[in-house]
């Protein structure tokens, strides 16, 4: 229930703070004075988009604020799913920066635009002049029936599996044609994939051939090379191991006399330990050092298939090669596994599908039991509202094809007068009755629903006098067990309200702005004279708006 709006900076509005009850709340005001900027303001702090021109000072921000009484709508779980701060009285907050940038809060929590929106659907209802024409509109004749069936949870499983369905009906399309595709390329692909694992790369292999094959090259220098180092290490007169076998004898006669000269022994030693490790190894590998002409031709025949390949694939490395073959594997894989993979997601949209039918039969059967009820309430309202013959004729088909909302299609027909044929709404229903019908509509639905609030915006209109006040009488009704805001032109409707504001322009230093004021007793007398008489207030309209009020 929204206890308190406050605006600041919003269009024509400077600064703004108003208090709401319970009850019936009736607001009016003249053309143009800002009645439809209230709406806006609200429909910004609940969600809609907004942008620089909502400002009225382009210099500083926006700000738009609502307290809303939660306590009694069981909305602690959305909160905690959304990690929000429960409050009972939870306040929203739209912020619009001069920048342009917008900015939304939940009892100061930022929040993105969908949660304002998410909200909005658990606590206010703002009934706009062109949502009357949405009555003729299919998907809104659905929701109306579903909320008088309670197929709500149904309606949202049914949708959660037509998603489902939707996705597994596009992928098997998509593994079709990709199918198709690849039984083109299958012969040319299967090719390519066995050269490659015909081939046996390995990671790094390339390098390590070309190692090799460049020793191969070099085979005389490194023998060379080797025969050399030999003879400096091992040479009996001038070899690096006699000249430390020496340096060993001498440090070792006087490593008695000095600790230093013990440590200088120890690193000799150490020293003469790895040079004859080294001595093993180099003569190691002069005796392996040969020229193989054969191994020379094999090393040369497996690198040319290594850069035939990469040239084929336009790459440089074995490792994108391997990369192409695990490509090419799933490719021949996809065409020899095409069916059965097809055949498990075929399986899999059957079982879907099944699940949706008894979803949509449940969802269809719901409706049809509930239409009777409904007809007969329509009926009794708009008979109260001076349409007595008016009669509806709303009938569901079941159908095989899977709609956005079940597999039924609706038939909404109506007639305003005895013997009259049945119409669709939209071709049949002047605007006054369009008015009409939509109240009765919003009154099976706040009866029907947990809604806190539900703001109308001037529906009365096209109706008048002993009409007007029927409508009225039904707002209060409605207004029993839920918070009713009604914006009108009416003073039957007007009177009707537990409370009353006022809209109006008024001119500071130059600038209009607009005000929203709660009337007291005798300024509601004055307001609703004028509804009745204009400007020029007469006894005989004070003594009709008294004779209203009470």
Not at 162 to 188: P, S
Not at 543 to 549: G, N, T, V, Y
Request: hydrophobic share 35%; charged share 25%; net charge negative.
């Amino acid at each position: 229930m929204l206890r308190h709006l406050s605006i600041k900076n919003y269009a024509l509005i400077q600064e703004l703070s108003i208090d709401f009850s319970d009850g019936l709340s009736i607001i009016t005001g003249e053309t143009g004075a800002g009645k439809s900027i209230l709406l806006g303001a609200l429909g910004l702090v609940l969600g809609n988009r907004a942008d620089l021109s909502s400002l009225m000072n382009s210099e500083e921000k926006c700000v738009i604020e609502a307290q809303i009484d939660v306590k009694n709508y069981n909305l602690e779980p959305y909160f905690t799913s959304e990690d929000l701060d429960y409050e009972p009285l939870t306040i929203l907050r739209r912020e619009i920066l001069p920048s342009g940038k917008s900015r939304a809060f939940v009892n100061d929590t930022p929040v993105n635009l969908q949660v304002l929106t998410e909200l909005k659907k658990s606590l206010i209802d703002i009934h706009s002049q062109h949502q009357t024409l949405e009555i003729a509109n299919e998907e809104f004749q659905f929701q109306l029936i579903d909320s008088l069936a309670g197929n709500q949870e149904k309606v949202a499983s049914y949708k959660r599996g037509l998603i489902q369905w939707n996705k597994l009906n596009r992928e098997i399309e998509h593994l079709k044609n990709q199918q198709k595709e690849a039984y083109q390329q299958h012969d040319y692909n299967l090719h390519l994939f066995e050269e490659l694992e015909q081939a046996d790369l390995k990671e790094g292999e390339q390098q390590q051939l070309e190692e090799q094959l460049d020793k191969l090259n070099n085979i005389e220098d490194i023998k060379t090379g080797i025969s050399e180092a030999l003879h400096i290490t091992v040479d009996e007169t001038i070899g690096l191991q006699t000249q430390l076998n020496g340096l060993q004898n001498t440090l070792q006669k006087i490593s008695k006399y000095s600790k230093e000269y013990d440590s200088l022994l120890e690193r000799i030693t150490s020293v003469k330990i790895e040079l004859d490790d080294i001595a093993n190894e180099l003569e190691n590998e002069n005796e392996q050092v040969d020229f193989n002409p054969n191994e020379t031709e094999v090393l040369n025949d497996r690198l040319q298939l290594i850069y035939t390949l990469q040239k084929k694939h336009l790459v440089d490395s074995i490792e994108e090669l391997l990369e192409i073959q695990k490509g090419l594997s799933e490719k021949v894989s996809q065409v020899e596994n095409a069916d059965h993979i097809i055949a498990e997601k075929e399986s899999e949209l059957k079982e879907v599908e099944t699940k949706l039918n008894i979803v949509a039969q449940k969802i269809s059967e719901a409706r049809k039991k509930c239409l009777p009820t409904l007809t007969e309430q329509l009926e009794s309202i708009i008979s109260d509202l001076g349409m007595q013959q008016a009669r509806f004729n709303i009938s569901i088909l079941s159908t095989q094809k899977f709609q956005s909302n079940g597999k039924d299609e609706l038939s909404f027909l109506f007639s305003a007068n005895k013997g009259g044929s049945f119409g669709e709404l939209k071709k049949v229903a002047s605007g006054g009755e369009l008015s009409r019908i939509m109240l009765a509509i919003k009154k099976v639905l706040s009866e029907n629903s947990k809604l806190p609030t539900i703001i109308f915006d001037e529906i009365d209109t096209g109706v008048s006098g002993e009409i007007s006040n029927k409508m009225a009488i039904i707002m209060q009704e409605m207004s029993r067990h839920m918070q009713v805001i009604t914006i009108t032109h009416l003073p039957q409707i007007a009177a009707k309200g537990d409370q009353h504001y006022k809209v109006y322009k008024e001119e500071q230093s130059n600038v209009t702005t607009t005000r929203l004021k709660r009337l007291k007793t005798e300024e509601r007398v004055v307001e609703i004279a004028e509804m009745l008489g204009g400007k020029d207030i007469s006894q005989s309209a004070v003594s009709h708006a008294k004779e209203l009020l009470n």
